[in-house]
């Protein structure tokens, strides 16, 4: 069953770490996009890839990087991590109709 | 920017009764509207998704409606269930590739028995 796939689901790290957060999809879309989730505050884009060599800042990038390693994998950097990073956080496809498939979250703790 | 902003945050309703949820975006150049549930500790799922050259749509017991000249879509939820109770987030975005999108804060909707 194609899907979106991310790793590692849960993680606790320690303030000024670099942290890397995986995903992977099998749906075969070209889009793809990282998103944080934050208790009331909905989701917010973080950066959004068209292809592999198009990609994009979101609403709120600064202190995060990401590389589109190939279709099927992109990955989001934190360089220095600090806690109010903490939050749970979404990769998604997008299909050519623009729905998004949404992985099941990698939450992140930052000490 | 766009800016899509989502009311009210949370909302209690006695089951069977209906639930209304209301978003303003300021883009208006948007015209793809959709509508996500996340249930609890689970990921956001589409249910329902409007694009600007319709004023509602329909399915089984959710609508949404929108009016592209107040810049504004809400979400229906007739005849609400237990399983309904999760949070609603609404979005907007600009093409049809839906290039960046963009959501509201969310809505905790809870379903009273």
């Known amino acids: 069953d194609a899907d979106v796939t991310q790793t590692p689901r849960n993680r606790i790290t320690k303030t000024g770490k670099r942290i890397m957060l995986e995903c992977s999809q099998t749906?075969?879309?070209?889009?793809m996009y990282w998103y944080r989730q934050d208790p009331g505050l909905g989701l917010q884009l973080i950066y959004y890839?068209?292809?592999?060599?198009?990609?994009n800042k979101g609403e709120i990038s600064d202190g995060y990087s990401v590389s589109r390693q190939a279709q099927a994998k992109f990955s989001l950097s934190l360089e220095s991590a600090i806690p109010n990073q903490t939050a749970l956080y979404f990769c998604?496809?997008?299909?050519?109709?623009?729905?998004?498939?949404f992985g099941e979250g990698s939450r992140l703790t930052v000490l | 920017g766009e800016n899509v902003e989502q009311h009210p945050s949370t909302l209690s309703v006695q089951e069977g009764d209906s639930a209304v949820i209301k978003c303003t975006y300021s883009d208006s150049a948007s015209n793809y509207f959709p509508w996500y549930k996340q249930e609890l500790g689970k990921r956001p799922q589409l249910i329902i998704d409007?694009?600007?050259?319709?004023g509602e749509k329909k399915d089984q017991r959710i609508a949404v409606t929108l009016n592209k000249t107040a810049k504004h879509f809400s979400l229906h939820i007739t005849e609400t269930q237990p399983e309904d109770s999760a949070v609603y987030f609404c979005a907007a975005s600009k093409g049809s590739s839906a290039s960046k999108i963009i959501f509201g804060s969310g809505t905790r909707l809870s379903i009273r028995p």
């Open positions: 409007i694009r600007s050259n319709v």
């Open positions: 998604a496809t997008v299909s050519p109709t623009g729905e998004l498939f």
């Open positions: 749906k075969g879309h070209d889009r």
């Open positions: 890839s068209f292809d592999v060599k198009d990609i």
